[in-house]
């Protein structure tokens, strides 16, 4: 706890001061000092610069807009905005903070009325409640989050997608089970992940959307009577659209829309960590993590441990974790409450920890070496080609599929207990597996046989969109970096958007505030 910006002088005793809620009404005892350390100091723990910066920037919001509709003078308005301005400038570090009072609303009401008064600081929560205010808050935070995230997707496919661009005619074995099923190529593999993460972009882009309409003008569940411009307050926030319904003010979907499209990412992440992450051992010795990404041992100083893949599957389970407490939280009641506030701090960490995982791993993905020459004999070693014998044997001798699987089933049978390797089979041995699965041989050319065996070729014949290969890859790839260009562009452009309307807001109260000398720019 930061004791020298937060006090309970005022708390622990006495009357409460003028400005606090309910002084001299409703409430005629202070806060205990249970309800201080469990509850407002908890609340408090969380207050960072951005969340003290989203609450300057509703308040000018708020103010600016009631001065605008005639609803307070607008000198009045002028010496909130001074006050607002200054505290802004501050910064959080430079914002006393009284835990006694609760949160930063009344602490930030209590300090300009005594600065300014209450016949004017009075007029500063005028049309509006905790409830909107504070759902407000919670959705600028989510906002900026997402965004940061949405940046980090970004960047992480861009980097998959040079890295796949580079492996085109890099042939590895394709798994199943954890078993070779049929060749592939790196490129192919990495596409896979570019496309996963294609979708993961689109789920929070829409999010977003859903996340960036305002609260402000609802109060706490039936709006106000004043004649507030929702609109416009909206408009000087950077939000697209209003919520319509005050009960619906109440509903945190959002932090679960976006806990979840984190942990669905997270999901991919993790198969690609957790697939690199055993490539590494030295039982498949396909990849190797740079010495920069690894620790070695304070014992065994043969030892260099991937610690970066591992922290990124950890951060894996704490954006699922986070995803869990969201859904418990937000389970309960449909009325305004705490409870639903809580929410917000696993919410906000499920998008941080996803971040901080896709930038880490992203910087040792950079890094990774394949090895090339591995992956390729692999490849042929342990008959990922067997649909490829068996697709051949359709087009050649004209059996079915099921007697061509069954001929190679019995063929890979056959060559594995005689401990011969695919590439040593000869055509007398598909012969003989023929006669013992389908009654007769099939006599196909060992040439043919032969093609069928190269993995090259394999991959080769896969020209299907969604195929290894490179004649299928390369536009699979060029349509994935048009898509990643589209989407990092419309990403610029709301960050655009974004920025002029904090000049636009800033430039408002700066105006309203009458010239005042105030270090009014919006925070960098």
């Known amino acids: 706890m930061a004791s020298d910006r937060r006090s309970r002088g005022r708390a622990a005793g006495g009357e409460r001061p003028p400005g606090t809620y309910g002084v001299g009404s409703r409430l005629k005892k202070p806060p205990s000092p249970e309800l201080i350390e469990f509850f407002q100091e908890t609340y408090l723990a969380g207050v960072d610069e951005h969340s003290f910066e989203a609450s300057v920037q509703v308040s000018l919001a708020h103010v600016v807009m009631l001065a605008e509709e005639g609803i307070i003078p607008f000198e009045d308005a002028g010496a909130i905005l001074v006050e ?47 409830g909107d205010y504070y759902v407000t808050i919670s959705r600028l935070k989510f906002r900026r989050r997402t965004l940061e995230l949405l940046e980090e997707v970004i960047q992480f496919r861009r980097a998959l997608l040079s890295l796949a661009g580079g492996h085109l005619k890099t042939l590895m074995p394709g798994y199943t089970h ?44 039936s709006t106000t009577s004043f004649a507030l411009n929702r609109g416009r307050t909206a408009t000087l926030l950077g939000f697209e659209g209003l919520l319509r319904n005050g009960r619906d003010l109440s509903d945190r979907d959002y932090v679960i829309e976006s806990a979840a499209s984190a942990a669905i990412l997270m ?20 990849v190797r993590v740079a010495d920069e990404d690894s620790m070695t041992s304070s014992m065994m100083p043969q030892k260099s441990n991937p610690v970066v893949l591992e922290d990124a599957r950890a951060r894996t389970g704490l954006v699922q974790g ?26 906000l960490r499920a998008l941080t920890d996803a971040a901080h995982a896709l930038r880490a791993f992203r910087t040792v993905l950079g890094r990774v070496q394949f090895d090339r020459k591995r992956m390729a004999r692999l490849a042929g070693e342990h008959w990922s080609q067997a649909t490829d014998i068996a697709d051949l044997l359709v087009r050649e001798t004209g059996i079915s599929f099921r007697q061509a699987h069954r001929v190679t089933g019995t063929l890979v049978a056959e060559a594995l207990s005689a401990g011969v390797a695919p590439l040593a089979v000869t055509s007398r041995m598909l012969d003989a597996a023929a006669i013992q699965a389908i009654g007769r041989p099939l006599r196909l050319p060992a040439a043919r046989l032969r093609q069928a065996l190269d993995p090259w070729q394999g991959v080769l014949h896969r020209r299907l969109v969604g195929g290894p290969a490179p004649e299928a890859m390369e536009p699979v790839l060029k349509d994935s970096r048009d898509l990643l260009a589209s989407d990092a ?36």
Not at 214 to 219: A, F, K, N, Y
Request: hydrophobic share 45%; charged share 20%.
């Open 267 to 286: 999901t991919h992440l993790h198969k690609l960590v957790t697939d690199l992450y055993e490539w590494s051992t030295s039982e498949f010795a396909l």
């Open 489 to 524: 562009s419309k990403l610029e452009e709301l960050l655009a958007g974004l920025d002029a309307r904090r000049r636009e807001l800033y430039e408002a109260a700066r105006a309203m505030a009458s010239g005042a000398s105030v270090s009014a720019d919006p925070p960098s």
């Open 178 to 221: 954890m078993q070779h099923a049929q060749p592939v190529t790196l490129a192919h593999y990495l596409a896979g992940f570019v496309h996963e993460f294609e979708r993961d972009f689109d789920r929070l882009w829409a999010a977003l959307a859903r996340i960036n309409v305002s609260p402000m003008g609802l109060g706490i569940l």
């Open 322 to 347: 986070s995803l869990m407490a969201v859904l418990s939280i937000l389970k309960g009641s449909a009325a305004n409450n705490v409870e639903v506030t809580v929410a917000d701090t696993p919410g």
């Open 84 to 130: 607002l301005l200054e505290m802004g400038a501050s910064g959080l570090s430079g914002f006393p903070i009284d835990s006694g009072l609760g949160d930063l609303l009344p602490n930030m009401e209590t300090q300009l009325i005594a600065r300014i008064g209450e016949e004017v600081g009075g007029r500063f929560h005028t049309g509006r409640s905790r």
